[in-house]
């Protein structure tokens, strides 16, 4: 048997496990982990600047790929707890990630050492498993549980501490025998298959609201195939928006209360039956539930048979993978249509297209200072349907939802359940580490973005070009606009007139020296008409310089975004003029019909 220490013993399991990218902050209760890192090489390590920003990272890379697990390291104490946040997001979302801390030694844990926190008890809540590994000869099966629980059932993240004396103690370890555990994931029957396919025929007017879980799944290819079979229009979620193309025929709108569209929400309400798959009603998206469920039926299916019923219980239910289930209807709704059993949905599928081509909402502005709904426009103009999308929360968010194009899925990478500010420019990071040759194309309002800017640094150093979309009102936008319901304008106002850039007049933080002073180039807009040009130029000096190039759009400081504001998907303000001629919404998927 070959004898290592437990750190590298980990090492090489990360390896055969898929792992050839890492991110983190080394210190001294985790060198011997960076030690073996280094000594077994294999394993790129990207250089955060801020652990969080590691975690974050990791999501990104996890998020871009189908088997992606992104890894994140960090140190005793503070780096641990650094991390919690990223933890919370990846379990909100069901995204793997495995975060490695160092811990003090064994002896003197209980004792206050110094930066020895009980990281396994604080991460618990939000991981699928979070031990303090206090035994060397448990650390590869630890580490072999970690993989086998972040891909089995519903996906989510693993909190592995390592006290420095467990990693630095030699073990019996022989890495050329090690074999992954088996993924576990629950499977559909047919005979559930066929009962909700049945409840689906007998209905006039369905929808399928297809969710992260078929993201997770690799299962959209599966998802078009069944709303083509059935003729049912499919809404996405937030988290599953790209399962299918926004320009297919069967593609509904996003629903609710703030990221949705007015022909999403004008066809759901118009529904009788909803086939939910790997969703999870979030609220967002349901709003109101009297009002979300009146006068339909509801057919849920989810990987973990404990979220059937957590919100709303179903009419029925089904515990299975995304891909699981609709491999199954598929089979059997092919089987159906062979035998003309199939009910003819051509005029409900029409009408949601009537829909789509009547409820738009105005972009096209020609304002100065510009309005937020025309960098959208020409967002969708400069990037294609091969670019990723990285953004978190905020009104940025909320009407890039609302007005963007997604065509693929795994191209509109969200934090959907967290929503932390700073959460944009690590992920961003993630995904282009991940994927070196997309176009990655990240979205924020002027917090998000200052929440966590000195990562900007780490795409310098480690030569990973993106594009960043800033938009800046000097505001909490969001808070602001929700604050409207108090009468209050309290604390959310970022402006100052900032004496080294006086040309920004009051817009306070000048971005474009920040960036610039980190290593990446910016570009300063104020003109809606330069939009397309700025995008242009800012896809040219990423791939020249290999850097983050940060796009800033100086908007009118006061936008309100439409949205509910009685938590009610029927009844969402449009604070802006809606189209009412094709030039309002020019780059709409289908022509507006007047």
């Known amino acids: 048997m070959a004898r290592m220490t437990a750190a590298r013993a980990a090492v090489e399991i990360l390896k055969r496990?898929?792992?050839?990218?890492?991110?983190?902050?080394?210190?001294?209760?985790?060198?011997?982990?960076?030690?073996?890192?280094?000594?077994?090489?294999?394993?790129?390590?990207?250089?955060?600047?801020?652990?969080?920003?590691?975690?974050?990272?990791?999501?990104?890379?996890?998020?871009?790929?189908?088997?992606?697990?992104?890894?994140?390291?960090?140190?005793?104490?503070?780096?641990?707890?650094?991390?919690?946040?990223?933890?919370?997001?990846?379990?909100?979302?069901?995204?793997?990630?495995?975060?490695?801390?160092?811990?003090?030694?064994?002896?003197?844990?209980?004792?206050?050492?110094?930066?020895?926190?009980?990281?396994?008890?604080?991460?618990?809540?939000?991981?699928?498993?979070?031990?303090?590994?206090?035994e060397a000869a448990q650390v590869p099966g630890v580490f072999q549980q970690a993989f086998h629980l972040m891909r089995s059932g519903r996906p989510g993240p693993v909190l592995i501490d390592l006290p420095i004396d467990v990693q630095l103690t030699e073990i019996e370890f022989d890495p050329d025998t090690y074999e992954p555990?088996?993924?576990?994931?629950?499977?559909?029957?047919?005979?559930?298959?066929?009962?909700?396919?049945?409840?689906?025929?007998?209905?006039?007017?369905?929808?399928?609201?297809?969710?992260?879980?078929?993201?997770?799944?690799?299962?959209?290819d599966l998802l078009v195939r069944f709303a083509e079979l059935t003729g049912t229009p499919v809404v996405p979620t937030l988290m599953g928006w790209g399962v299918i193309p926004d320009d297919h025929e069967l593609n509904a709108g996003m629903v609710g209360l703030q990221t949705s569209h007015r022909y999403g929400n004008a066809t759901f309400l118009e529904s009788d039956f909803v086939l939910g798959i790997g969703n999870r009603w979030a609220n967002r998206h349901t709003g109101r539930l009297d009002v979300y469920t009146a006068g339909r039926t509801f057919v849920h299916v989810d990987v973990e048979p404990t979220q059937i019923g957590r919100i709303f219980a179903p009419d029925y239910g089904i515990a299975s993978d995304a891909r699981a289930a609709l491999e199954l209807f598929v089979e059997v709704a092919e089987e159906m249509r062979a035998a003309g059993r199939l009910p003819d949905r051509t005029a409900w599928a029409a009408s949601a297209q009537e829909r789509r081509a009547t409820l738009q909402r105005r972009t096209h502005f020609d304002d100065v200072p510009m309005k937020p709904q025309r960098v959208y426009e020409e967002m969708n103009k400069a990037f294609g349907p091969e670019t990723r999308y990285v953004t978190t929360i905020g009104l940025s968010q909320i009407a890039g939802a609302q007005m963007l194009h997604v065509y693929r899925p795994r191209h509109w990478i969200n934090c959907g359940q967290a929503g932390p500010l700073g959460w944009t420019v690590p992920a961003a990071l993630g995904v282009a580490k991940a994927d070196p040759e997309a176009r990655v194309v990240a979205?924020?309002?002027?917090?998000?973005?200052?929440?966590?800017?000195?990562?900007?640094?780490?795409?310098?150093?480690?030569?990973?070009?993106?594009?960043?979309?800033?938009?800046?009102?000097?505001?909490?936008?969001?808070?602001?606009?929700?604050?409207?319901?108090?009468?209050?304008?309290?604390?959310?106002?970022?402006?100052?007139?900032?004496?080294?850039?006086?040309?920004?007049?009051?817009?306070?933080?000048?971005?474009?020296?920040?960036?610039?002073?980190?290593?990446?180039?910016?570009?300063?807009?104020?003109?809606?008409?330069?939009?397309?040009?700025?995008?242009?130029?800012?896809?040219?000096?990423?791939a020249e310089h290999r850097v983050p190039v940060i796009v800033e759009a100086i908007l009118e400081r006061v936008t309100n975004i439409a949205m509910s504001t009685t938590n009610d998907i029927g009844n969402v303000v449009e604070f802006e003029p809606v189209a009412t001629e094709p030039g309002h919404a020019p780059t709409a998927v289908r022509p507006l019909k007047v």
């Open 17 to 134: 496990e898929g792992v050839d990218v890492a991110f983190g902050v080394p210190g001294a209760a985790i060198n011997p982990f960076y030690a073996a890192l280094k000594a077994s090489g294999g394993i790129g390590h990207t250089l955060a600047r801020h652990v969080e920003g590691a975690s974050h990272m990791a999501e990104g890379y996890t998020r871009t790929h189908p088997g992606n697990i992104g890894v994140c390291i960090g140190t005793s104490g503070p780096a641990g707890t650094d991390m919690i946040t990223g933890l919370y997001s990846a379990s909100g979302d069901s995204v793997p990630i495995l975060c490695v801390t160092g811990q003090a030694p064994t002896a003197v844990i209980h004792k206050e050492d110094f930066q020895a926190v009980d990281i396994a008890s604080i991460a618990r809540p939000v991981t699928k498993m979070a031990v303090t590994v206090l």
């Open 181 to 220: 555990l088996p993924v576990y994931k629950p499977a559909a029957t047919r005979a559930q298959i066929e009962k909700a396919l049945g409840m689906l025929n007998a209905a006039e007017r369905p929808l399928i609201v297809a969710g992260g879980g078929v993201v997770n799944a690799d299962a959209a």
């Open 443 to 542: 979205l924020s309002g002027d917090y998000d973005f200052q929440f966590m800017i000195e990562e900007l640094a780490v795409g310098a150093q480690h030569r990973i070009p993106y594009v960043h979309v800033l938009v800046n009102n000097a505001y909490l936008g969001l808070i602001r606009q929700a604050q409207r319901a108090f009468d209050i304008d309290f604390q959310v106002n970022l402006e100052f007139e900032n004496i080294n850039t006086p040309e920004l007049g009051v817009y306070g933080v000048d971005h474009v020296k920040v960036a610039e002073g980190l290593g990446c180039k910016a570009i300063r807009v104020t003109d809606p008409n330069e939009l397309g040009a700025a995008f242009e130029q800012a896809k040219k000096l990423a």
